[in-house]
């Protein structure tokens, strides 16, 4: 209880815990995933492991956290309660101490910086990522998307 607290009290924003949502659409883990992946038009990057896990036992964690403000947010995808918030813990307390890590624009190919090194789905306003460069010649829409350090 004292991790989720700790979330709490990082986050500026919202933290929202859902327990087994693919339940209230009538899916499987698995179909549920391949859904939102098949929506966001790419992979959640779920550790495969943890993937395989969720499937096998069909339940899932859904843990989503907005560090600063309610635009940007992050979130975990685990098959376990406790696991689930201590990787989010551990996103929120680097993305709180500036934290980042290089990757490239999804356009043009350039170097750029992310705020997590962990390879999990982060959002600004739903609409992912926002891994294109600043050049405004190359500049590309957010799209949905994910990093791996």
């Not at 943890?50 to 635009?71: D, F, G, S, W």
């Not at 309660?81 to 980042?100: F, P, Q, S, W, Y």
Request: negative net charge.
């Amino acid at each position: 209880m004292d991790k989720l607290i700790e979330l709490f009290d990082l986050c500026e924003a919202s933290v929202t815990i859902t327990h087994d949502e693919h339940k209230d659409y009538y899916q499987t883990v698995a179909a549920f995933l391949e859904e939102q992946e098949r929506n966001r038009g790419e992979s959640l990057d779920i550790d495969p492991d943890v993937r395989k896990i969720m499937v096998e036992r069909n339940h899932m964690i859904t843990l989503h956290a907005y560090p600063h403000t309610p635009i940007g947010f992050y979130t975990v995808y685990h098959w376990d309660m406790v696991e689930a918030v201590d990787d989010m813990l551990a996103i929120v307390r680097g993305v709180k101490n500036g934290e980042t890590y290089p990757t490239q624009c999804q356009h043009c190919g350039k170097e750029i910086q992310l705020s997590s090194r962990y390879g999990w789905y982060h959002g600004v306003m739903g609409a992912g990522w926002n891994t294109s460069c600043a050049d405004d010649e190359n500049r590309a829409e957010p799209k949905a998307g994910s990093i791996n350090a």
